[in-house]
């Protein structure tokens, strides 16, 4: 009987320590190399839109670190954080790298190609199911977007390829799926009952 209230209490407080795994991140993209947005960086994957150039061309349009001084002519990005930036005014797809989910809190966006305004869609997905979505007016100055989303797994912003855009002070709080303790849980739970049904 001992032994099996051991493994009970092993068990939930292995669970509770795995509970509060949680963690909000505020970040830029100066951390990052310029060029395309590395493949998990602050724990997501990065695509954009793969298109036609007006000459037939085919290329990739991604996001990349704006804290090159060849664009500081752009809107300030909140200084050392770093900015992403849309190349030829590409889509976002910024997709949870590990198993679990995400509430995207605020983050800042602008429009800054040549005094441009851009009709921006941002949306909020859970394994293909829209959970949230909103339309902005982005244009030559930061606005700051409170969203609050929660239970996201994939994030995308498009503007229709009208204009760049350039986003920074991304907020956000990461949940991780609950992981491999479920399987050993349940499996102790069930050898605890089988043993008890044996007595």
Excluded: C
């Excluded at 037939?56 to 002519?73: E, K, P, V």
């Excluded at 300030?76 to 509430?103: H, K, V």
Aim: no cysteine; aromatic share 14%.
């Amino acid at each position: 009987m001992k032994y099996e209230k051991s493994l009970l209490a092993t068990f939930f407080l292995l669970f509770s320590l795995n509970s509060v795994s949680v963690y909000a991140n505020t970040f830029g993209f100066a951390a990052d190399p310029y060029g395309y947005i590395s493949q998990g960086y602050q724990g997501f994957n990065w695509t954009g839109s793969l298109d036609f150039t007006s000459n037939g061309q085919m290329y990739y349009r991604s996001w990349a670190n704006a804290s090159d001084t060849g664009l500081n002519h752009w809107p300030s990005y909140n200084g050392t954080l770093g900015a992403a930036w849309s190349n030829g005014g590409a889509d976002l797809y910024m997709t949870l790298s590990t198993p679990g989910t995400f509430t995207l809190n605020s983050l800042d966006l602008a429009a800054p190609q040549y005094g441009r305004v851009a009709n921006v869609s941002i949306s909020g997905w859970n394994n293909g199911n829209l959970v949230d979505s909103a339309q902005y007016i982005a244009t030559n100055t930061y606005q700051t977007l409170n969203l609050g989303w929660s239970g996201l797994t994939e994030l995308k912003i498009t503007d229709g390829r009208t204009a760049n855009l350039i986003l920074t002070n991304m907020n956000v709080t990461s949940i991780p799926a609950p992981s491999a303790i479920w399987l050993f849980g349940t499996g102790l739970l069930g050898f605890l009952g089988l043993k008890r049904h044996k007595q």
